[in-house]
């Protein structure tokens, strides 16, 4: 599961490589992944001509701010991952155009495509299925329950020692629990959790 650390590892490096490119195209072969708009077909037709102006993360959620006033989420979920090269579709599958670690074999799962600008695609892989993809109306992304709900971020400057402290005085329960609740701090999963616990010699 891609937690924090990994998520705003994957935008830093998409900065690198996606960051002011344009979508020409997107493919799937598992639709039911579009949580927004319910129609592949409507998403496609929305997301072609988009410019990326700015990428980022909230929780475990990447965020392609794009032009024309539109956001393009993308959760990872258990098995999703994020990938940057050139693919071509032979024999009934997709295959990579050039090797190298790409080719790892986790990589083989590709379920949704986007063509960009420069001749290169930003793929999904997926064993699981279970990744997801929205496009928003920025600012109703921004406005959302979804995010309006989430905690703070603890790579902020104003997480400090003693906001930690107030949002933990304010939950009961199994302290392995609350550091996994998004709504209370975003971005811990498993296993960051068990780590931090692990390292503060405390009980899940």
């Known amino acids: 599961m891609p937690e924090l650390p990994e998520v705003e590892t994957t935008i830093r490096d998409l900065r690198k ?3 002011g490119r344009t979508f020409l195209n997107v ?6 992944a579009i949580k927004k708009p ?4 409507r998403f496609k037709k929305e997301i072609k001509g988009k410019k990326i102006r700015r990428i980022w993360r909230r929780g475990k959620n990447i965020i392609f701010d794009l032009s024309h006033n539109r956001s393009l989420l ?3 979920k258990l098995t999703g991952h994020l990938l940057y090269g050139k693919w071509e579709f032979k024999n009934g599958e997709w295959k990579l155009k050039t090797p190298g670690p790409l080719g790892d074999p986790m990589n083989r799962f590709l379920h949704l495509i986007f063509w960009l600008d420069n001749d290169e695609m930003m793929v999904l892989s997926d064993l699981r299925k ?3 993809a929205e496009l928003w109306v920025t600012k109703e992304l921004k406005e959302s329950e979804l995010f309006k709900n989430l905690g703070p971020e ?5 997480f400090t020692f003693e906001r930690f402290r107030e949002v933990l005085l304010k939950k009961k329960g199994k302290i392995k629990q609350i550091l996994m609740d998004q709504d209370i701090i975003a971005g811990i999963g498993n ?3 068990d780590e931090i616990l692990w390292q503060a010699k405390i009980h899940p």
């Open 191 to 193: 296993i960051y959790s």
């Open 154 to 158: 603890p790579l902020e400057k104003d």
């Open 38 to 41: 319910k129609s592949f077909e």
């Open 130 to 132: 279970f990744a997801k």
């Open 17 to 19: 490589k996606v960051l």
């Open 74 to 76: 993308i959760h990872q």
């Open 27 to 32: 493919w799937t072969d598992f639709r039911k």
